[in-house]
């Protein structure tokens, strides 16, 4: 061991090791049901699933859908015998609520990017519902890059946030429900906050 400081005539005995004791290893343990968590904001869906797994030390676990760091609201986690019923709440009809920011553009498509560019919102209530209308039954979309889906077992937003673009496929969806709850066409912030009922058709 080296000694940086030494005062004079004197001796720096080097520090005993830290011992350490054997790490101790969770005891796992059967747990079946289903958790419905509130996923708060900033919170992938699968550290979710890893902290509660955690929690209960259960041996099996999955969520039944993705829900984006952004996004909160109640996810559904499955634990042992219930796991086996995940992908039929996949396939389920999912509802979600959101706000829309007209006339900005972010660098992430989200709330969360930076703003890039800036128009004035010049539609008119008639407009926007001849929009929204546009979007009801089955479409087709790519998912954004910005976006919690896997592509070789990593999420898209982790390929995006290390500058990689890479190819998705369509994905066809159908939209059963498009709810105006709320919307501002004017001031400073103008947005639209919407409900959707939809439903994947892979």
């Known amino acids: 061991m080296s000694v ?18 054997p790490r101790v290893r969770v005891q796992r343990r059967p747990v079946h049901g289903v958790l419905l968590l ?4 900033g919170l992938s869906s699968n550290d979710a699933l890893q902290k509660a797994k955690w929690l209960l030390r259960a041996e099996k676990a999955g969520h ?25 709440h996949l396939d389920a009809d ?16 989200d709330a969360e ?13 008639g407009q926007v519902v001849e929009v929204l ?11 954004p890059m910005y976006s919690a889906l896997k592509k070789d077992g990593k999420a898209l937003y982790e390929y995006a946030r290390a500058g990689e673009t890479v190819e998705r496929a369509p994905r066809h969806v159908e939209i059963h429900d498009l709810e105006l709850l ?9 947005f639209l906050r919407l409900r959707v009922t939809w439903r994947s058709t892979i």
């Open 4 to 21: 940086v400081g030494q005062s004079s005539g004197s001796h720096v005995a080097p520090s005993a090791p830290v011992s350490r004791g």
């Open 38 to 41: 509130d996923k708060p904001i």
């Open 64 to 88: 039944t859908g993705t829900l984006d760091p952004l996004a909160t609201g109640v996810l559904p986690l499955c634990f042992g015998a219930a796991t086996k019923f995940s992908q039929l």
């Open 94 to 109: 999912k509802t979600y609520e959101t706000t829309v920011r007209l006339g900005v553009k972010t660098s992430t498509a």
């Open 113 to 125: 990017g930076e703003v890039i560019q800036e128009r004035p919102v010049t539609c008119t209530v």
């Open 133 to 143: 209308d546009g979007f009801m039954g089955p479409i087709t979309q790519v998912p």
């Open 182 to 190: 709320d919307m501002q066409l004017d001031g400073e912030a103008p």
